[in-house]
């Protein structure tokens, strides 16, 4: 039962573009939201969060948007950059109820900004 | 940012040996680190969650016996992975929670990461 989806296994976009990172989720008691941007045989670095009492965050080039009606967040990064190409995990937790900051995290997508 | 590292990044070990693999936050205390393993073009996979002094906590289908845990103190944590076999072989991935003392929840820092092939 995947719990946090990124539909999109790849994405494409021309630099200096906007790139758009979706992440659906079907659990309502997540509460808390990240990125991570991941290179190949690295571990994920935090790119930026966002608590369900907000609607955006932004953060220099990265916004997260959420919808919690439709259980939707998507990462903006504008403009976009070569050195942006990595896969992007999605995470969410339920930090409210007590279960310490458990991320569940998608299934990422993998962006490459193009010259 | 908080930095997390692991030790070793590359482990190439035969079938039925033991491995240990460190995982130590360098400039904050984690009270609570977190051990993933991912599979190639797979999503990360929470294995447990182990706070400093007490014993871990495995999610569904992880064999304590088997992945030992151990949170010897606020900065460092250590997975084995014992009698390995081929089909542990993976790439695992250490993060650590900090205490902000803040409403919202603490935000995991990971590690570079440890690839593991078993023979």
């Known amino acids: 039962d995947q719990q946090v989806k990124q539909n999109s296994p790849s994405l494409s976009v021309q630099e200096g573009r906007i790139s758009i990172l979706n992440c659906d989720y079907t659990?309502?008691?997540?509460?808390?939201f990240l990125w991570y941007k991941k290179y190949p045989a690295e571990g994920p670095t935090f790119l930026i969060s966002i608590s369900s009492i907000k609607d955006k965050n932004e953060d220099g080039r990265f916004t997260v948007f959420l919808n919690k009606s439709a259980k939707h967040l998507s990462l903006h990064i504008v403009p976009s950059q070569p050195g942006d190409s990595a896969v992007y995990f999605c995470a969410a937790s339920a930090a409210r109820y007590g279960t310490a900051s458990k991320l569940t995290f998608g299934t990422g997508t993998r962006l490459q900004v193009t010259l | 940012g908080a930095v997390v590292s692991q030790h070793p990044s590359r482990v190439i070990c035969k079938s039925g040996t033991s491995v240990k693999i460190e995982c130590r936050s360098l400039?904050?205390?984690?009270?609570?680190m977190f051990w993933y393993r991912q599979f190639p073009k797979q999503s990360l996979m929470l294995m447990a969650t182990s706070n400093e002094g007490s014993k871990a906590t495995y999610e569904q289908g992880v064999e304590k016996d088997k992945f030992l845990i151990n949170h010897a103190s606020l900065t460092l944590s250590t997975l084995t992975v014992t009698s390995a076999h081929p089909e542990d072989s993976s790439f695992y991935i250490c993060?650590?929670?900090?205490?902000?003392?803040?409403?919202?929840?603490?935000?995991?820092?990971f590690g570079p990461g440890t690839r593991l092939t078993v023979l």
């Open positions: 659990n309502s008691m997540f509460d808390y």
């Open positions: 993060s650590a929670r900090g205490a902000s003392g803040g409403r919202l929840p603490d935000t995991q820092y």
């Open positions: 400039d904050f205390q984690a009270t609570t």
